[in-house]
């Protein structure tokens, strides 16, 4: 492992996946531009409309998702982290939310089917039922060992929750811990970015959190926000609440420094 920049992109996907891909390409041009050799992409990245919808074309959603980000790895010469985007299940009647990280060469590094799903009834009278176009991956998350950037460990948005799925990364050696999301605007500017650093904290990792931000379709709003986050879970970097890039140092120094003088990895007594 080695220094190098790494970039969380900022998107406001709508239900055109052509339009949602042109500017995808924007953004990770403007990464590379500034440098970054590891480059993430939030969750409904292609494509964030009615769930129904989603199911209906999945599989063309997955088809032109996954042959972007192979292209734009192959391109650019970089490494590529899909955030989430529908793959269509056996039966067909429901879709998986898939995670993909794509090396240079086009090749697929690691794959991960999002194992929580977003069902919840929030206080602004907002209801989310994931499950209902979605069916919940049953592995855990899987860890991709690159002699460039270390320890890479997979996950998307509302697994955030839930540390234990962090702490089975980070106990499989992960350094850098993804979390591409689509957080709502109400949850968000209360739990996004303690949740990001409390992973960050508590496991002694680098979070680099690409998001969706803004309003997408009817009443669906994201919360913005990408960040990079560093091992003692200060935030390197903010997109704020605009389109854009997040740009931060991933320094394996600095992993070593912290994991040094806060060793809680090596503390634990439950197991």
Request: proline share 6%.
């Amino acid at each position: 492992m080695r220094s190098y920049l790494v970039a969380a992109v900022q998107m406001n996907s709508v239900p055109d996946v052509s339009r949602n891909l042109a500017h995808a390409e924007d953004l990770i041009d403007l990464a590379v531009r500034q440098g970054a050799e590891l480059v993430s992409l939030p969750e409904n990245f292609s494509f964030l409309g009615q769930e129904d919808d989603k199911v209906a074309q999945a599989e063309a959603i997955a088809a032109a998702t996954e042959k972007f980000l192979k292209t734009m790895a192959q391109r650019y010469q970089i490494t590529i982290l899909g955030g989430g985007f529908p793959v269509p299940a056996a039966s067909g009647a429901k879709v998986y939310n898939v995670a993909m990280l794509v090396g240079p060469e086009g090749d697929t590094l690691a794959r991960y089917e999002k194992v929580h799903l977003f069902d919840v009834d929030l206080p602004d009278g907002n209801t989310y039922q994931e499950s209902r176009s979605v069916l919940s991956g049953t592995q855990l998350p899987p860890i991709y060992p690159s002699k460039s950037f270390g320890n890479l460990g997979l996950s998307v948005c509302y697994d955030v929750r839930f540390p234990e799925l962090y702490r089975h990364l980070s106990q499989m050696g992960a350094e850098v811990l993804f979390v591409p999301a689509a957080f709502t605007a109400y949850t968000g500017k209360d739990h996004w970015q303690i949740l990001l650093q409390a992973r960050a904290i508590e496991n002694t990792c680098y979070v680099i959190a690409p998001a969706q931000t803004g309003k997408h379709y009817s009443l669906r709003q994201s919360h913005g926000h990408a960040m990079i986050i560093d091992p003692w879970g200060l935030i390197l970097a903010d997109a704020g609440e605009e389109p854009g890039v997040a740009i931060a140092t991933i320094d394996p120094a600095r992993l070593s420094q912290v994991r040094q003088q806060m060793p809680v990895l090596q503390h634990r007594v439950f197991v």
